[in-house]
């Protein structure tokens, strides 16, 4: 059995206090968008438990540590689950803020309980994703959300973009979650990304932020041109993605010359 677990970008991200536990509660606005890496599950004779082949983009690493191998091992421990071989083809662009990898743990979720008739619930397959990664739980249900906590605590958002062009660009950085967190300043927005989101999209530029942009623009200013640029093609709204290094335009119009415009960096254009 194939899932296609989706990409997502941040309508706004506030980080607004510091935990006892060293982590951040924030604030945003989660929303799905259709870059899409595959999962295919093959029930096997072997003894190994979960074996991963990885195509499409090189993931660096041990294998044994990625989140799918993590997810299966996770429900295996709770539900009796056959070995399996699972193959992932990675297209989402990775360190991209568009949470590619907490896309292929929850969807593995998905899968397996699907795949083994599991009876899982949509809220316990939420838990069972909190456990693996702060946003994984999103990638559950994959509809907009309004997010706080670490991330995991969800509500749906009334916002549907379909209207839209949304235009990714990723450029050749790579920035850590742990970097990005290091030079974050805590502090409350003047007002919640929930609502501003309900505005018209053109109303977002002076009032939705990305509290990250502060911190990391200074380190790579690449990321800022990106950003100008979109402006200049014709975005409604661009902001940085997560915690970077991918930035999105939303536009009413196809912006057509974004890929001439960006030759070193990824371009990709979706139906929002």
């Known amino acids: 059995m194939k899932i296609r677990p989706c990409a997502k970008i941040n309508l706004g991200l506030n980080i607004v206090s510091k935990r006892a536990d060293g982590y951040h509660d924030l604030e945003t606005v989660f929303y799905p968008v259709g870059i899409y890496d ?6 096997t004779d072997s003894d190994n438990g ?3 082949e990885i195509t499409g983009q090189e993931i660096e690493g041990d294998v044994e540590k990625n989140l799918v191998v993590k997810a ?3 429900l295996s421990g709770i539900h009796p689950l056959p070995p399996v071989h699972i193959t992932l083809n ?5 360190q991209a803020g568009m949470g590619g990898g907490s896309a292929d743990c ?9 795949m083994f008739h599991l009876g899982i619930s949509v809220a316990e397959m939420e838990g069972y994703a909190t456990r693996l990664g702060a946003d994984c739980p999103f990638f559950i249900t994959a509809k907009p959300s309004y997010a706080e906590g670490i991330g995991e605590l969800l509500s749906p958002v009334d916002l549907d ?8 660009v990723k450029p050749p950085v790579a920035i850590s979650t742990r970097e990005a967190f290091a030079g974050i300043k805590v502090k409350r927005p003047q007002k919640c990304c929930r609502d501003i989101v309900q505005l018209p999209v053109g109303q ?5 932020f990305n509290d990250f942009e502060e911190s990391i623009i200074p380190q790579y200013p690449v990321i800022a041109d990106i950003k100008k640029a979109l402006y200049d093609e014709g975005a409604l709204y661009a902001a940085m993605s997560g915690s970077g290094s991918a930035v999105f335009g939303i536009y009413e119009q196809n912006p057509e010359s974004l890929k001439s415009l960006f030759p070193d960096c990824y371009v990709h254009v979706v139906k929002g």
């Open 38 to 43: 595959e999962i295919e599950i093959n029930e």
């Open 90 to 94: 990675k297209q989402i662009p990775m």
């Open 204 to 208: 977002w530029k002076h009032l939705l």
């Open 106 to 114: 929850a969807f593995t979720i998905r899968l397996l309980n699907d």
């Open 50 to 52: 979960c074996s991963l």
């Open 161 to 168: 973009l379909s209207r839209y062009f949304i235009a990714i």
């Open 72 to 74: 299966y091992r996770l």
